[in-house]
């Protein structure tokens, strides 16, 4: 086996190491009782000092591409909170992976990295099951936390093309300004009620094992993975996120929402399976 086929293996792993840590997300940004725009300031607080703890000498040099990325970074981990909040965990998640439809799009252009024909007709059956969730957020009276995972999910495709355009610089930097940014926003919502004790058990959690650390082996592995591959891969995460919450909580999706998760989920997985056996096939 040779050496980019082993680093392409273990960022592989990375991926799926990564999607199991976000996917805790749900539950415990449900436990935590307080804003979420202070959910998502402090988690990020607290994950700026882990990560900078584990890279040490950060470069924040604020050039362009740095500050857009760090600015796509704070709009994808402050918004999913509030999603999260205003609906449930498996419309705010699943409609979030709808941001490979927006790197099939831009990735070519931004990145030169070729869309196929798959790719396409998984983006067609990504935008049906996400009519399905416009329509189920009609319905229920979710529109508000559905309207904010789409947006979470254009500002997780933007970091997505923005990591791998920096993956030859240092892309954890634009990580650690974009965990400082989202703690600025979170700053005025702090006020106020004081979470307990299990809200602040959540909150560090969540910094800890639910976002410095799978951030930490995200950015590490998307040197070696396609755009559209650092968010088709970690697919297992959308799957967990919301069983965790059924599990613990209770709370289970409309049939709707199950519906059009199962086709963007579906055809998501599937996308992925047909690649990795073409890619297989060309090895050989």
Request: aromatic fraction near 10%.
């Amino acid at each position: 086996m040779n050496s980019v086929s082993q680093e392409r293996r273990q960022a592989i792993f990375f991926l799926a190491a990564a999607a199991v840590l976000w996917s805790t997300g749900g539950l415990l940004i449900k436990l935590v009782t307080w804003n979420p725009f202070a959910i998502a300031g402090v988690r990020s607080a607290i994950a700026t000092v882990v990560i900078v703890l584990a890279v040490r000498r950060p470069r924040l040099n604020f050039s362009a591409a740095q500050v857009a990325c760090a600015l796509a970074y704070a709009g994808t981990v402050v918004l999913f909170p509030a999603a999260t909040k205003y609906t449930t965990a498996a419309n705010a998640i699943l409609l979030q992976y709808t941001a490979p439809v927006y790197i099939a799009l831009f990735g070519a252009w931004f990145l030169g990295e070729r869309t196929r024909l798959l790719d396409w007709l998984t983006i067609l059956l990504v935008l049906g099951g996400m009519t399905l969730f416009l329509l189920d957020g009609l319905k229920t009276g979710d529109w508000l936390g559905n309207g904010l995972a789409l947006l979470s999910a254009v500002s997780y495709a933007a970091m997505v093309l923005l990591l791998r355009r920096l993956r030859d610089a240092s892309p954890i930097d634009s990580v650690i300004l974009g965990n400082i940014f989202a703690a600025l926003i979170g700053l005025p919502f702090v006020f106020g009620a004081v979470p307990g004790v299990i809200s602040w058990l959540g909150l560090l959690l969540l910094g800890v094992f639910q976002l410095a650390l799978p951030y930490l082996l995200y950015v590490s592995a998307v040197r070696h993975v396609t755009a559209l591959e650092a968010v088709l891969i970690p697919v297992i995460e959308p799957i967990l996120n919301p069983l965790w919450v059924m599990l613990w909580l209770g709370e289970k999706p409309t049939g709707l929402a199950l519906l059009g998760g199962l086709i963007v989920m579906g055809s998501v997985t599937a996308r992925g399976a047909v690649s990795a056996w073409m890619r297989s096939r060309a090895d050989r």
